[in-house]
């Protein structure tokens, strides 16, 4: 009994939303990176699409046809939200931090990775890094 009402009077900590949610917006940008990346050439976005070969309907003729690099851009979006989720959560599952702070910095981060799927917005920037690292 004395261990139920201690277990109930534990609190929360703020530290696994902040993971989570810190996780969410990695994920969404590694979409969008992967996305670009996978514009800029044919053999980038074969590069990017052999992540995605184990999901179904990512290759072949069917009814549907392909999805095509989608499928990679899903996977590696999948796995960095996973892998930076545990990763996060158990360096902050005991501490608390300060939410106020962090919910303007995701809406923020946010906006802007939304922003950057908007090609007009975006295009200028990923063609300079491109440039500068010498991609087509």
């Known amino acids: 009994m004395q261990q139920q009402s201690e277990s109930n009077t534990q609190a ?18 590694t979409l969008m990176v992967s996305h670009h ?19 179904p ?3 072949g003729k069917g009814p549907d046809g392909s999805i095509g690099s989608y499928t990679g ?8 939200w996973l892998l930076s989720w545990l990763a996060f959560h158990l360096m ?5 931090l300060d939410l106020t702070i962090w919910t303007r910095i995701f809406v923020i981060s946010l906006a802007v990775i939304t ?3 908007f090609h007009p917005l975006s295009d200028p920037l990923v063609l ?3 440039g500068f690292f010498g991609l087509p």
């Open 57 to 59: 309907g990512s290759q």
């Open 12 to 29: 929360l900590r703020s530290g696994p939303v902040v993971a989570a949610s810190l996780a969410l917006l990695l994920a969404f940008l």
């Open 115 to 117: 922003l950057g799927f």
């Open 73 to 80: 851009k899903e996977t590696l979006a999948i796995g960095v």
């Open 37 to 55: 990346i996978s514009r800029l050439s044919p053999g980038l976005d074969k590069l990017v699409h052999s992540y995605g070969y184990w999901i």
């Open 92 to 96: 902050w599952r005991k501490q608390d």
């Open 128 to 130: 300079f890094i491109a």
